[in-house]
């Protein structure tokens, strides 16, 4: 597992996992669409690449929050974030796909790879599901100069490793 991120500076794991992350899915994407454009959504993305992604299970959720209330997002990540097993949310909004991990009953991470001003990929980790989320919508208005949508989904896929 990852250390836990415990300052405003990333561990050098966290980096080199994040990079790599990024590469090996790129690589992957590319092996198997030849080099064409293909857009996929998360299921379509499941299906194509469970199997050597060890994903184990597929589950969507579609959210609605008005006046930038963060509280059914929260609560859908509080279900998966105190169980023994350990999940991956997708989090779409505002046509920006975000890394939501569950660590088994531990920490939360959220990991958003795309450019922040000046900042590249933003990362977070807290002990509670509502921290990491409040964290990163702050984040997100203050590198982005607007507010998250109104709207997101948030589909789940189980892993292993």
């Known amino acids: 597992m ?6 405003a500076v990333l561990p050098e794991e966290w980096s080199l996992a994040v990079v790599n992350c990024i590469s090996d899915g790129n690589t992957l994407y590319d092996v198997v669409f030849e080099g064409q454009a ?3 959504d998360v299921e379509e993305a499941f299906q194509n690449f ?7 299970t597929y589950d969507e959720n579609m959210f609605s929050y008005i006046d930038q209330d963060m509280t059914s997002v929260i609560g859908a990540v509080s279900q998966f974030a105190d169980r023994e097993d350990r999940k991956a949310g997708v989090l779409i909004t505002e046509e920006l796909t975000v890394a939501v991990l569950c660590f088994g009953g531990g920490p939360v991470a ?6 922040h001003g000046q900042n590249r990929a933003i990362v977070c980790m807290a002990d509670t599901c509502s921290d990491a989320i409040h964290w990163y919508k702050k984040s997100f208005q203050k590198y982005n100069l607007r507010p998250l949508g109104d709207m997101c989904t948030l589909p789940w896929l189980g892993f292993t490793f």
């Open 2 to 7: 990852l250390p836990k991120i415990n300052s």
């Open 110 to 115: 959220i990991v958003d790879s795309h450019v």
């Open 38 to 40: 293909v857009y996929l």
């Open 50 to 56: 469970s199997d050597e992604l060890q994903l184990g």
